[in-house]
C-alpha cells in the first residue's frame, strides 16, 4: 500500500534502533533521533488495518487537506480549480469563489477526480 515504508509498534531504546536501521532498502526513521520518534496515530494504523482485512480494492492517491486549493482532473468540470472545504472517502465540497465579487459557491464532488492544484 505504501512502496518503502515500514510500521513498526515497537518502543525504541537504543538498541533496538540500530537494528531497525540494518533494515534492507530503509532510507530514514521518522524523527529527529532514536529519543524523539515521530509516531503514526494510532487511529490511522487501525484505519489501514481494517482496509487491508476488508478486502476492498485500494489505489494510490495524492494526500489532500481540507483549506488546500485542487483542481479536478476529469468528468465535466475537469480543470476547474477550487478550495477543498470537506473531504471524505467518497465525496468533498469544493468551493469555486470570485474574488472580485467576494461571492463562492459550493458543489459536491467525487474526492477520486481532485488533485492538489
Given at each position: 500500500m505504501?512502496?518503502?515504508?515500514?510500521?513498526?509498534h515497537h518502543a525504541l531504546d537504543k538498541e533496538s534502533d540500530t537494528e531497525v536501521r540494518k533494515a534492507r532498502g530503509l532510507v530514514t526513521i521518522l524523527g529527529e533521533s532514536w529519543t524523539c520518534r515521530?509516531?503514526?496515530?494510532?487511529?490511522d494504523?487501525?484505519?489501514l488495518q481494517r482496509l487491508v482485512h476488508s478486502g476492498l480494492a485500494a489505489a494510490p492517491h495524492p494526500?489532500?487537506?481540507e483549506g488546500q486549493r485542487v483542481r479536478i482532473t476529469r468528468g465535466p468540470m475537469a480543470d476547474v480549480e477550487g478550495i477543498l472545504v470537506r473531504s471524505n472517502?467518497?465525496?468533498?465540497?469544493?468551493?469555486?469563489?470570485?474574488?472580485?465579487l467576494h461571492r463562492s459557491v459550493a458543489v459536491e464532488?467525487?474526492?477520486t477526480t481532485v488533485t492538489a492544484a
Open positions: 505504501f512502496p518503502g515504508y515500514l510500521f513498526l515521530e509516531a503514526v496515530p494510532d487511529e494504523i487501525e484505519a494526500y489532500l487537506r472517502a467518497r465525496k468533498g465540497l469544493l468551493v469555486l469563489s470570485v474574488g472580485l464532488v467525487d474526492c
